[in-house]
């Protein structure tokens, strides 16, 4: 089995001001470098990219960062909306696509997720690739299905290895910000055949190395026993990361 690096990945959704950023990391700061072996992540509103990245900098934290979304163009006649050049010029590493908040309510597709993860790619940024099932996909039976074609449509046309490129991120829609976790098991079993499916479209090695993250209601008290489960790389963590002894207790679990 191949030795993946385990992740915590914070989305602060929208929240947090310039001011309430840095008031943040100013209360990780003493924490964060620990070093457990794992890779911590936050990924920030667009607004507070910069004073983060540089605060990051100045305080020399060991911390990626990156955007929740991004546009698949480079540049154009489209308001409001942020290009890969634009978060690589800030010095991003990660991006995060297909959350179920931008499907749910911003009409993201698996189309649109396609091009994104292609432009993020190519850009050399490292896509958080979102995917996850409704409660009622899931009371129907449909999850694995339903994975499977977010996977299979949002990587088609992807080539080359993608291990250390790429972080798949299984998020149950029912279990994000409603406090309803899933069972580790369940989600273990679930990212146990999202990983059997990279593998038959990318190889197993690739499939191996790949990270598959978990998400939905990690909290302190829950993030050790979802991050014993063997198929389980880790965790991106939206209502739970946004405070500095929340969040430390997350990355040092
Ligand atoms: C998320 O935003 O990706 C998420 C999992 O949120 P929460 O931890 O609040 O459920």
Redesign the pocket.
Known sequence: MADRRPMIAG?W?MHMTTGDAVTFLEGVAAGVNEDTGGEVVICTPYTALSTVAADIEKKNLKIGLGAQNMHWEETGAFTGEISPLMLVDLGLEFVIVG?S?RRQLFGETNETVNKKLKAALDHGLKPIF?VGETLSQREAGQTTEVIAAQIKEGLEGIGGDLSERLVI?Y?PIW????GKVAEPEDANDVIRHIRALVGSLFGVDTAQKLRIIY????KPDNVAKIMAEPEIDGA??????LKPDSFLKLVNY
């Open positions: 989305n959704k959350h908040e979102c991120a998020e279990a994000i910000g409603t998400g939905g209601s990690v991106l963590v939206g209502g739970a990361c």
